[in-house]
């Protein structure tokens, strides 16, 4: 698919998979951990039954959805085109002894047909990190919002959070067959006396 974008973050899952094998460390939660709790939170205040499907989009190291787990969501599934990313997460999966969670290597971008029907879509960087794509981002873009409308149920929820982009951009990029629930707040940097946001957190609705 992008080779470029690809190799990269295998290499950093494949460091990760050694530091983990070594030391038994989750490695980096690029994130950090302020960006789990947010969600998990949103969840739990929105009453958001255990057993609803959730699919983490892009799940890394899938910590996020021990995390979830631990918060006692039954229905599990986490994707990642990077096989070294399954992998990490499959080992973490099992040292925190998480049988239900579900983990494939998928391209989103041309995801397979059972892959379908979630409740909830959670992305944390991943549509950043096609966005940055240097072959065709906004055909990417396009892909990605096209292969979100297949995943989710009409009315499901898409939770984002975003380094790159302002809440008005991605209002923009959704705006087809999604609607903006709320903005979730997030911490606010100060740079040169202004003050911006450098981490966007939205909830969508599929419509």
């Excluded at 460390?25 to 609803?52: C, N, Q, T, Y």
């Excluded at 790159?164 to 707040?185: A, Q, S």
Aim: hydrophobic share 40%.
């Amino acid at each position: 698919s992008f080779p470029s974008l690809n190799s990269s973050w295998d290499a950093a899952y494949e460091r990760e998979l050694q530091t983990f094998q070594d030391i038994g460390d989750a490695g980096e939660i690029w994130f950090g951990e302020e960006s789990m709790v947010r969600i998990i939170r949103w969840l739990e205040k929105h009453k958001v039954p255990l057993d609803s499907s959730v699919l983490d989009i892009g799940t890394g190291n899938g910590v996020l959805l021990v995390e979830l787990a631990k918060s006692g969501y039954m229905n599990l599934t986490g994707i990642d085109y990077s096989p070294s990313a399954i992998k990490l997460s499959e080992k973490i999966r099992e040292k925190e002894g998480m049988s239900n969670i579900k983990l494939k290597v998928e391209d989103f971008l041309a995801p397979s047909a059972e892959l379908s029907g979630f409740d909830i879509c959670i992305d944390k960087g991943t549509f950043d990190a096609i966005s940055l794509d240097p072959a065709d981002a906004v055909g990417k873009r396009k892909l990605y919002v096209a292969s979100l409308g297949r995943v989710l149920k009409p009315e499901g929820f898409f939770l984002i959070t975003s380094c790159n982009w302002t809440k008005e951009e991605l209002l923009n990029e959704f705006r087809e067959g999604f609607e903006i629930l709320e903005e979730l707040p997030t911490p606010k940097f100060c740079f040169g006396g202004r003050i911006g946001n450098s981490v966007t957190a939205l909830v969508f609705q599929r419509k």
